[in-house]
């Protein structure tokens, strides 16, 4: 594959930015600011197609809000970096600068004084402090421009999730290959880290091998513990495909027969994901559908037993808007991307979870995963 080729894969076309840029500048303007200065990190991945990290010289997009041509500030030694970007072929201004320079200043040039600028909430206080000082006044938080622009996925990115999630399914349909008795949790979880890669994501974001106990700990990552027969395992594992999207997908694997006691249990927490996800359509609160999963539970005497928000947001980030939790009236619409995956956890014992992807439909949704949910016995 050519250099230019590999770029190109690794984002989308450049159509798709400069529609994003356009609607960033026109939120930020409806927010009454005027311009959005975004440094590394998801949201300057989403508006340009940057990889950048975040160092301690300042990089930045500057998008004004009065449709003017964004610019991005960046160090001349990083310059090269930008070309994986559609920054080139965006037609932005591109301002670099070298040590002894005040990049501060630099942004400051671009923007009208007094101005209302905002700014992502991963900025750096090493860069919003003397940003502030530059600009006359502190910048606000961009949360909800940024919100309203990554919320609500475009047919590129709802492809990039597809891709994402087929990929991870294809890893769950491997475990057979590593995870029995008489393994480590860590040697399984080495296992899979690398079937993730070989299926084509460009890494292993994290993974969860979780066996009996260690099962009830929801954020259990991995140990020494061996696997044992009769284990109750919970596999979470994801991570991103190019350009960037994440999968993230959870499947309960039993090592022998289980218990009459677990698969009665199981089969609640199997209700409850499927209540889950029918209750997802346009126009339903997040909170409606943390409380479809939750009902389900508690109608069987488990509710104790469920102690974690019922979804998250996923995209360019693991975990971002929507959060399907109670208390988030949000109301769903077509687009919407995030994880359904209630769980039920018996401390000193075993847990279980069920975790797949949906994107909002115009009637419903799409699950991205399509492995099957039953407590696989191996």
């Given at each position: 594959?050519?250099?230019?080729?590999?770029?190109?894969?690794?984002?989308?076309?450049?159509?798709?930015?400069?529609?994003?840029?356009?609607?960033?500048?026109?939120?930020?303007?409806?927010?009454?600011?005027?311009?959005?200065?975004?440094?590394?990190?998801?949201?300057?991945?989403?508006?340009?197609?940057?990889?950048?990290?975040?160092?301690?010289?300042?990089?930045?997009?500057?998008?004004?809000?009065?449709?003017?041509?964004?610019?991005?500030?960046?160090?001349?030694?990083?310059?090269?970096?930008?070309?994986?970007?559609?920054?080139?072929?965006?037609?932005?201004?591109?301002?670099?600068?070298?040590?002894?320079?005040?990049?501060?200043?630099?942004?400051?040039?671009?923007?009208?004084?007094?101005?209302?600028?905002?700014?992502?909430?991963?900025?750096?206080?090493?860069?919003?402090?003397?940003?502030?000082?530059?600009?006359?006044?502190?910048?606000?938080?961009?949360?909800?421009?940024?919100?309203?622009?990554?919320?609500?996925?475009?047919?590129?990115?709802?492809?990039?999730?597809?891709?994402?999630?087929?990929?991870?399914?294809?890893?769950?349909?491997?475990?057979?290959?590593?995870?029995?008795?008489?393994?480590?949790?860590?040697?399984?979880?080495?296992?899979i880290a690398a079937a993730i890669v070989e299926e084509?994501?460009?890494?292993?974001?994290?993974?969860?091998?979780?066996?009996?106990?260690?099962?009830?700990?929801?954020?259990?990552?991995?140990?020494?513990?061996?696997?044992?027969?009769?284990?109750?395992?919970?596999?979470?594992?994801?991570?991103?495909?190019?350009?960037?999207?994440?999968?993230?997908?959870?499947?309960?694997?039993?090592?022998?027969?289980?218990?009459?006691?677990?698969?009665?249990?199981?089969?609640?927490?199997?209700?409850?994901?499927?209540?889950?996800?029918?209750?997802?359509?346009?126009?339903?609160?997040?909170?409606?559908?943390?409380?479809?999963?939750?009902?389900?539970?508690?109608?069987?005497?488990?509710?104790?037993?469920?102690?974690?928000?019922?979804?998250?947001?996923?995209?360019?980030?693991?975990?971002?808007?929507?959060?399907?939790?109670?208390?988030?009236?949000?109301?769903?619409?077509?687009?919407?991307?995030?994880?359904i995956e209630p769980g039920i956890y018996f401390r000193?014992?075993?847990?279980?979870?069920?975790?797949?992807?949906?994107?909002?439909?115009?009637?419903?949704?799409?699950?991205?995963?399509?492995?099957?949910?039953?407590?696989?016995?191996?």
């Open positions: 594959m050519s250099a230019s080729s590999e770029s190109s894969a690794a984002r989308f076309p450049t159509a798709v930015y400069a529609d994003r840029l356009r609607r960033a500048a026109a939120l930020t303007a409806a927010a009454g600011l005027d311009a959005l200065l975004i440094t590394p990190g998801p949201d300057l991945k989403y508006l340009v197609g940057s990889g950048a990290a975040s160092f301690e010289r300042l990089t930045c997009l500057v998008i004004p809000a009065d449709g003017g041509t964004p610019a991005v500030v960046v160090p001349t030694l990083e310059l090269a970096g930008l070309g994986e970007s559609a920054v080139a072929d965006l037609g932005l201004s591109v301002r670099d600068w070298v040590d002894g320079v005040d990049p501060y200043a630099l942004v400051g040039s671009l923007l009208p004084t007094p101005g209302r600028t905002a700014v992502a909430e991963a900025m750096p206080a090493l860069h919003v402090i003397p940003l502030s000082a530059a600009l006359g006044a502190p910048p606000v938080l961009a949360t909800g421009v940024l919100r309203e622009l990554r919320m609500v996925k475009d047919a590129a990115e709802i492809d990039a999730l597809r891709r994402a999630g087929a990929a991870i399914d294809r890893v769950h349909a491997r475990m057979g290959e590593w995870l029995r008795a008489g393994r480590t949790e860590a040697a399984v979880a080495a296992d084509r994501h460009t890494a292993a974001e994290f993974v969860i091998v979780g066996s009996g106990p260690h099962g009830a700990d929801p954020h259990h990552e991995v140990s020494d513990r061996v696997i044992a027969d009769g284990d109750v395992v919970v596999i979470d594992i994801g991570g991103p495909v190019a350009p960037g999207y994440n999968s993230d997908s959870t499947r309960t694997y039993s090592i022998g027969e289980p218990t009459a006691e677990v698969a009665e249990r199981f089969a609640a927490l199997e209700r409850a994901q499927r209540a889950a996800v029918d209750a997802v359509r346009p126009g339903v609160t997040a909170e409606s559908v943390d409380a479809a999963a939750r009902d389900v539970l508690a109608g069987v005497g488990l509710a104790q037993a469920f102690v974690h928000r019922t979804g998250h947001g996923i995209g360019l980030s693991v975990h971002e808007e929507p959060y399907i939790v109670a208390g988030n009236r949000i109301e769903l619409v077509a687009g919407m991307a995030f994880s000193g014992s075993w847990g279980a979870r069920i975790e797949d992807i949906v994107v909002v439909t115009a009637d419903g949704c799409e699950p991205m995963n399509t492995r099957p949910h039953g407590l696989t016995a191996l």
